[in-house]
T-cell receptor
Framework: AQSVAQPEDQVNVAEGNPLTVKCTYS??????LFWYVQYPNRGLQFLLK??????LVKGSYGFEAEFNKSQTSFHLKKPSALVSDSALYFC??????????????FGRGTSLIVHP | KAGVTQTPRYLIKTRGQQVTLSCSPI?????VSWYQQTPGQGLQFLFE???????NKGNFPGRFSGRQFSNSRSEMNVSTLELGDSALYLC???????????????FGEGSRLTVL
């Protein structure tokens, strides 16, 4: 079975400050990991993914995420937050193991609010 | 390249009615998956279609069904609507089905269903 947890329903940060949105996962094999962003009344947009290789993954809009296998985490980060980053962020995981689910499992989402 | 198109964007139904939602994937994408998004349950997988065949199905009652046409367009149907079916229904497309897909999903803007 595969699962993903986003422990914070909401993250508040001041504009210009660094932001972190947390994600931990559980899979039986090795994971594919994804971050998506959803703006109000819109669908989800892909931000970045970890497949293999470098543990630090860079994505769209200045976001990056760090894969930590020992901590089973894939936290989303940005060095300097913008008000326009305010949105709902989803972490997703897919198990690479044969027999595992080929459908990604999504976290419940974290609402990021960036204050001017 | 046009994105994923979902119709209708908004609809209101009453309990007991049925509804059909449509999804046109990105040109060339042959895999279509459907998700239900609610504030309480987050993003939950409904089903995935590839080459007109249902490849995977989530844990939803039989009232939820879908199909895919030869041009990869997909429809989902919900019969005997219940108040709890009120949600944003999201469609996502990808080039290949989940088991070979290490990449991202491309989401439509969603169809917001309200059941009164």
């Amino acid at each position: 079975a595969q699962s993903v947890a986003q422990p914070e329903d909401q993250v508040n940060v001041a504009e210009g400050n660094p932001l972190t949105v947390k994600c931990t996962y559980s899979v039986s094999g090795n994971p594919y990991l994804f971050w998506y962003v959803q703006y109000p009344n819109r669908g989800l947009q892909f931000l970045l993914k970890y497949i293999t290789g470098d543990n630090l993954v860079k994505g769209s809009y200045g976001f990056e995420a760090e894969f930590n296998k020992s901590q089973t985490s894939f936290h989303l980060k940005k060095p300097s937050a913008l008000v326009s980053d305010s949105a709902l962020y989803f972490c997703a995981v897919r198990d690479r193991a044969s027999g595992g689910s080929y459908i990604p499992t999504f976290g419940r989402g974290t609402s990021l609010i960036v204050h001017p | 390249k046009a994105g994923v198109t979902q119709t209708p964007r908004y609809l209101i139904k009453t309990r007991g009615q049925q509804v059909t939602l449509s999804c046109s994937p990105i040109s060339g994408h042959r895999s279509v998956s459907w998700y239900q998004q609610t504030p309480g349950q987050g993003l939950q997988f409904l089903f995935e279609y590839f080459s007109e065949t249902q490849r995977n199905k989530g844990n939803f009652p039989g009232r939820f069904s879908g199909r895919q046409f030869s041009n990869s367009r997909s429809e989902m149907n919900v019969s005997t609507l219940e108040l709890g079916d009120s949600a944003l229904y999201l469609c996502a497309s990808s080039l290949v089905p989940g088991q070979m897909n290490t990449g991202e999903l491309f989401f439509g803007e969603g169809s917001r269903l309200t059941v009164l």
